[in-house]
C-alpha cells in the first residue's frame, strides 16, 4: 500500500508538509462550525506540474484532495477531511498577463482580488467583481465558490467575468475551456460548469478575466430608516427606478459594530442604514433620483455625495460589518438571497428568528440583487448558546427557501450548507450533479461530499 505523504515528499520535495501541527494553517477556512480533520498532507504548489503530480497521485491511491486557496472562505469548503491532501495554490499567485487593448488580464490561482483591483488600475482598467473580502480572497477561490459581492446588481457575479480557464482534471490532464472572444457559443459551456464548482471537478490552475474601463463619475447616497422593512421597501423602489451599483444594507446592530470597531460616527439609531452608489456619466442624476425614493420610502434621513472619497469612505464603514461583528463574540454568518421584491418579508423572518431563538443576528448585505448576510452572534464555549444558533441559521435558511429563494447566494454550500441542498433541488437535480461528478472524477477524490 502506498504511503502517500511519503511518496508526495519524495517527488515535490519541501513543498510537501507532513508534520501535523506545521500543517495546521491550511486546515480550515473562515467558518467556525464546518467540521475539519487532519490531513495526511499538505502540499504547497507553485507551478501547474506540482498540482498534476499531486492529482496524479490522488487519483491512483484513491486519496481524497482538496484545494485550498486563501482559506477566506465561509462554508467549510476547503476544511481538510481526515488523511486528505490539502493542495493549497496560494503560491501560484502571479499576474501573468495585462492585455489593455483587449481589456483582459491572465493570473494564476493565487493572486488576490485586491492585488489584481489595483494592477489593472495603473492602466485604466478595473476588475469589477468585489466580494467583502477581495483585500484577502484569491481568484482562484472567487471562481470556486462563483463569488459575488457589492456591484453584481450592475455587474454580475464572478462567472461574468471569466473569459477562459486553464484546469487539471483528476488523473493529470490539463484542459483548457472558454477563450478570448466576447461570442463563444461553440461546444458545452465547461468554464461556467467549473466555475461555482467548489473544487469538486477540477483544479483551477489559470485564468483569463475580462477588465472594464475606469470610471470617472461616482455618487452615493445614505440613507437612514426607522424601520427594516421601511429599508427593503426602499431598495425595490430603487432598482426599479434606477440601476445603481450597489445598494448595501447595515442593520442598527452592524452600524454600532462598525463605529466602535473604526470610530466613525454612522447614526446608531436608525434601525437600517442603506448605502448606494452609481457610476458613469449619469451617476449624479441617478442619486438624486434615489435620494428621492428613499425619501418617499419614509427615510428619516437621506444624503448624498458626489465626492469619490467620501464615498469610498462610507463603502469602507460597510466592509468592516463582518470583523466588526467578529469583535462581539462567536459568528455563524449566513448568506441567503431572495428575490428582491421579497426583502421586506425576508428581514422580518430573520427578526421573529432572532427573537424565538433569543439570539443577537446583525444583519448586512448586498440589498440590490437580494442577498442578505445574517450574522448571528453567541458565545462559542456555551453549549446552549451553540444549539440556538444552529436553530437559528437553519430557520434563516428554510425562511429563504419558503420565500422562493437560495440556500447560497455567493459563499458556496462548501459542508455547511449540505443539509439543505435536497430542500432546494429535488432527487433528479442532484443525482445529475453527482452524475456529472463522476463524469470528471471516477474515482471520487475531488473535494468528496462538498457542494452538492
Known sequence: MVDVAAELARVLGRKVVVDTDRMSPWTRDQSPLAKVGT???VVRATSVEDVVTTLRLASQTGT???????????SGGANASDGCIVLSVEGMNQILDIDVAHRTATVQPGVINADLAKAVAEHGLRYTPDPGSRDISSIGGNIATNAGGMSCCKYGVTA???AALTAVLPDGSVIRTGGSTRKNVAGLDLTRLLIGSEGTLAVVVEATVWLRPAVEEEATVVAMFPTLEQAMRAVVAVTAATTPSA???MDRTTVAAVNAMTGMD????AEAVLLVTYDGASAAADAASSEAEAAAQGAS??????????????MSARRMALPALERLGSILLDDVGVPVERLPAMVAD???IATKHEVTIG???HAADGNLHPTIIYDAEDAGQRERALAAFTDIVRAALALGGTISGEHGIGSLKMPFVSEMYGEAEVALMHRIKHAFDPQGVMNPGRGY
Not at 454612522?266 to 439609531?269: K, L, M, V
Open 39 to 41: 490531513p495526511a498532507a
Open 160 to 162: 461574468d467575468h471569466v
Open 350 to 352: 430573520i427578526q421573529a
Open 266 to 269: 454612522i447614526d446608531a439609531t
Open 64 to 74: 481524497p484532495l482538496v484545494t485550498r486557496g486563501a482559506g477566506s472562505g465561509l
Open 301 to 314: 434621513e437621506v444624503f448624498r455625495t458626489d465626492d469619490r472619497v467620501e464615498g469610498t469612505e462610507l
Open 363 to 365: 444583519t448586512f448585505g
Open 247 to 249: 445598494v448595501e444594507l
